[in-house]
Structure formats: structure tokens, C-alpha cells
T-cell receptor
């Protein structure tokens, strides 16, 4: 069985400062990894995904994530956040051969002016 | 391209009452998912459909929850009777094998059971 752990439940950050959201996964087989963003009262929107190839993945809205197989991590970063990045962020994993997404508990990002 | 549509967006009911949620997936998406999202947690899969067939319903509490996807397009998720602990957001998502199985999510239905 696979599991996803997001190490921070809340991350306060000032506008224009960098942010990193941590995600670790466990799985006995190859997995695909995803980051989703959820704005208040909305569904989840895909930010980026890692399937294979380059371990540095660039996504929408200036976000990027790095897959680290040895540390089983997939941390999300943005060099300079905006107020509009205030949202909840979810890391997710699925087996390369399956459809089932397993989500982490989420990290709430609050960007302060 | 229209996204995943869900209705209602909000529902408030008394406990022991029945409730139903509706989902219209993206056109052409053969796979449909229902997720439960408790407050402050990530979504958890309830059921997955491939066309009209439920291929993974292992996490669906079958004593009170049921779902259907007649004709392999729209889907309905029902709870009867609802309990206080069912208060949550119910998310629908759809995907297409032709587009790499990326899941697209609807806005969800927020259920409050009083």
C-alpha cells in the first residue's frame, strides 16, 4: 500500500518570499507524483506532475517540484509567492500501473502582505 | 471545454434524511470518481467507475451509501440515511485514458448534516 505524508499542516509566508511545501511518500512500486491546489470552495486543480524523466518538474503559476527517489520526497517550491497563492495544497501519489490517487493531508498556505 | 459539473454545491439536511449528489463529467471521459473530503484532510476515494461499471468500491460504506452511473455518463451518489459524521465535501472527478488518466475535479458538494 502507498501512503503520502505532508509534513506541514500550515505554512504562513510573507508576500514575495519563497515557500517550500514538503511531501514524502512510501510505496513498494514505482509511483507517479502530483501536486494539486485547492482554492476556497473550489475543486482541486493540478499544479504539476512527475511521471518519469527529469526530476525537476515545472508547473503552472511559477511552482516547481523535485522528485528525490532516495529520500522518497517530492517537495513543492515557489521562489516568490503572491497573495493569490493563499490556498490548500495537496500532494498525491498513484501507482504507475493504476488509477487510484492517494492524497496527503494537505498544507494550508497563508500569504501575508 | 466544460469542466466537471456537480450539483448541488451546498446541502443542509437533518440526520436520518436521504440526500443525493449529481455529477456530470467532462465529455468523453470514461472514468469517473467520487471522493470524500473531510475538513482539513485530503480526498479519499469512495468509488471509481469505468464507463458504467463500478471497478473499485472497496471504500464505499455500502450500508448507507450507493452510487450509480447509468449509460456511463452522469453519476449520482446517495446517502440514506445521513448521519452527523457524513458532513464533508463530496468531490467528483473524471479522467480519460487518451489523456493520460489525469483527473479533473469538480467544485464539490458541501454537505452539512444537523
Amino acid at each position: 500500500a502507498q501512503s503520502v505524508t505532508q509534513l506541514d499542516s500550515q505554512v504562513p509566508v510573507f508576500e514575495e518570499a519563497p515557500v517550500e511545501l514538503r511531501c514524502n511518500y512510501s510505496s513498494s512500486v514505482s509511483v507517479y507524483l502530483f501536486w494539486y491546489v485547492q482554492y476556497p470552495n473550489q475543486g482541486l486543480q493540478l499544479l504539476l506532475k512527475y511521471l518519469s524523466g527529469s526530476t525537476l518538474v515545472k508547473g503552472i503559476n511559477g511552482f516547481e517540484a523535485e522528485f528525490n527517489k532516495s529520500q522518497t520526497s517530492f517537495h513543492l517550491r515557489k521562489p516568490s509567492v503572491h497573495i493569490s497563492d493563499t490556498a490548500e495544497y495537496f500532494c498525491a501519489a498513484k501507482k504507475a500501473a493504476g488509477n487510484k490517487l492517494t492524497f496527503g493531508g494537505g498544507t494550508r498556505v497563508l500569504v501575508k502582505p | 471545454e466544460a469542466g466537471v459539473v456537480q450539483s448541488p454545491r451546498y446541502k443542509i439536511i437533518e440526520k436520518k434524511q436521504p440526500v443525493a449528489f449529481w455529477c456530470n463529467p467532462i465529455s468523453g471521459h470514461n472514468t469517473l470518481y467520487w471522493y470524500l473530503q473531510n475538513l482539513g484532510q485530503g480526498p479519499e476515494l469512495l468509488i471509481r467507475y469505468e464507463n458504467e461499471e463500478a471497478v473499485d468500491d472497496s471504500q464505499l460504506p455500502k450500508d448507507r451509501f450507493s452510487a450509480e452511473r447509468l449509460k456511463g455518463v452522469d453519476s449520482t451518489l446517495k446517502i440514506q440515511p445521513a448521519e452527523l459524521g457524513d458532513s464533508a465535501v463530496y468531490l467528483c472527478a473524471s479522467s480519460s485514458r487518451a489523456k493520460g488518466d489525469e483527473q479533473f475535479f469538480g467544485p464539490g458538494t458541501r454537505l452539512t448534516v444537523l
